[in-house]
């Protein structure tokens, strides 16, 4: 069975980095692809971007470009997410999930990890 | 960006009765669409894919439909467990982008 087994609750003042770590297990970590999705308070989902575990080949949504790094750690089948220059906005649920192919559906999903921004 | 853009906000319906929800694009992605189910607490769960191909596990009453523009998920007979919010998802193109989502409750 595949799962994705995300780290625990951050909390962090503005200005802050948060990093934050997906460990999957029951397949083959090169194989697939891992992304990052946040999702606010009560809000909607929105894609942050993507790790290609193989070569560690990245891609970002735009509104994240500068401020997110996504890695991959094949000696832990782990991978993280790190997010720079907190702000209040980015108080939310940060989800991975993965892909067969780069741009895919997104299946399955870890549980979440809530980062909360504040001063 | 391709903008995805989900209707009804709410949809309210009697256990039993059928849903349909939309979702449409800005433009076409041709069949690359996926619908996910998330309850609260819960992280999002893969539905369809491909538009219309029912993810492992998923049960007969969820159906998707269309392609290029307009897009359909349809559940024939709301069962409890089946209320939640419902988000369409492209994959045409970068960046992945969903829908603001439908909310599915309880009539």
């Known amino acids: 069975e595949v799962q994705l087994v995300q780290s625990g609750a951050e909390v962090k003042k503005p200005g802050a980095t948060v990093k934050i770590s997906c460990k999957v297990s029951?397949?083959?970590?090169?194989?697939?692809?891992i992304h990052w999705v946040q999702q606010a308070p009560g809000k909607g989902l929105e894609w942050m971007g993507l790790?290609?575990?193989?070569?560690?080949?990245?891609t970002y949504a735009a509104k994240f470009q500068g401020r997110v790094t996504i890695t991959a750690d094949t000696s832990t089948d782990t991978a993280y997410m790190e997010l720079s220059s907190l702000r209040s906005e980015d108080t939310a649920l940060y989800y991975c999930a993965i892909t067969t192919v780069g741009a895919g559906r997104l299946d399955p999903w870890g549980r979440g990890t809530l980062v909360s921004v504040s001063s | 960006e391709i903008v995805m853009t989900q209707s009804p906000d709410i949809l309210s319906v009697s256990p039993g009765e059928r849903a349909t929800l939309s979702c449409r694009a800005s433009?076409?992605?041709?069949?690359?669409l996926a619908w996910y189910q998330q309850k609260p607490g819960q992280a999002p769960r893969l539905l369809v894919y491909t538009a219309s191909t029912r993810a492992s596990g998923i049960p007969a009453r969820f159906s998707g439909s269309g392609s290029g523009t307009e897009f359909t998920l349809t559940i024939s007979s709301l069962q409890s467990e089946d209320f939640a919010v419902y988000y369409c998802?492209?994959?045409?193109?970068?960046?992945?982008?969903f829908g603001g989502g439908t909310k599915v409750e309880i009539k």
């Open positions: 029951g397949y083959i970590f090169t194989d697939y692809y």
């Open positions: 433009q076409s992605v041709s069949i690359n």
């Open positions: 998802q492209q994959y045409t193109n970068w960046p992945l982008t």
């Open positions: 790790v290609d575990p193989e070569d560690g080949e990245t």
